[in-house]
């Protein structure tokens, strides 16, 4: 069974580009959630889905991020323009129940 | 909203020893408290959990022990090997996932052989 796969694994932007970062889930679990880690700090938690509905996006920084699970399937997480600010580590993580979570290898996002 | 501190940062011990990482939150209603273990490179991995029925958990050389009245649970492991090295984070959420799971800071364990 595959696992939850991410992709880039790394992405190194300019201040004010646009980065898409992407996460395919393990096959059969509906949440789907991202996560952020800041270096040295906790792994907090940006939003959730249920299939294709965004059950808590309470985490989310701010309106330049975006995110998108069309069909229920992968999702994508937009920085809209990037700030040095939204660097850190995005996870991705996908759960059948909504418990034991699953994580990905997680996107390592460098803005200069 | 939940809040998860865990204790130390950073931790070494020797090969053999004892390590214990320990965590508090402070939502009453946190009912399942899970353990992730990063290995350098890696993906964060679940490597137990506990819930809130239950006061420890053991799994071979882990053990997790949860206190409810003083909201704190603990991750214990014993002889320590070198492959044990890694950023260890623990967790906590209510409603049986409901809620997301907000974590540690993470705790940097490195055994030296």
């Known amino acids: 069974e595959a696992g939850v796969t991410q992709f880039p694994s790394h992405s190194v932007i300019e201040k004010g580009q646009t980065v898409t970062l992407r996460c395919d889930p393990i096959s059969g679990h509906d949440n789907l959630y991202w996560y952020r880690r800041v270096m040295g700090k906790e792994i907090k938690f940006l939003l959730h889905?249920?299939?294709?509905?965004?059950?808590?996006e309470s985490g989310m920084p701010n309106n330049r991020f975006l995110a998108e699970r069309t069909g229920g399937t992968y999702s994508t997480l937009k920085v809209q323009p990037a700030e040095l600010e939204d660097s850190g580590v995005y996870f991705c993580?996908?759960?059948?129940?909504?418990?034991?979570?699953?994580f990905g290898s997680g996107t390592q996002l460098s803005v200069l | 909203g939940e809040n998860v501190e865990q204790h130390p940062s950073t931790l070494s011990v020797q090969e053999g020893d004892s390590a214990v990482i320990k965590c508090t939150y402070s939502d009453s209603a946190s009912n399942y408290f899970p353990w992730y273990k990063q290995e350098l490179g890696k993906r964060p991995q679940l490597i137990i959990d506990?819930?809130?029925?239950?006061g420890e958990k053991k799994d071979q050389r882990i053990a997790v022990t949860l206190n409810k009245t003083a909201k704190h649970f603990s991750l214990h492991i014993t002889e320590t090997q070198p492959e044990d090295s890694a950023v260890y984070f623990c967790a906590a959420s209510s409603n049986s996932g409901n809620t997301p799971l907000v974590f540690g800071k993470g705790t940097r364990l490195s055994v030296i052989a």
């Open positions: 889905f249920v299939k294709e509905s965004k059950q808590d």
């Open positions: 993580a996908s759960s059948q129940w909504g418990e034991k979570l699953f």
């Open positions: 506990i819930r809130s029925n239950v």
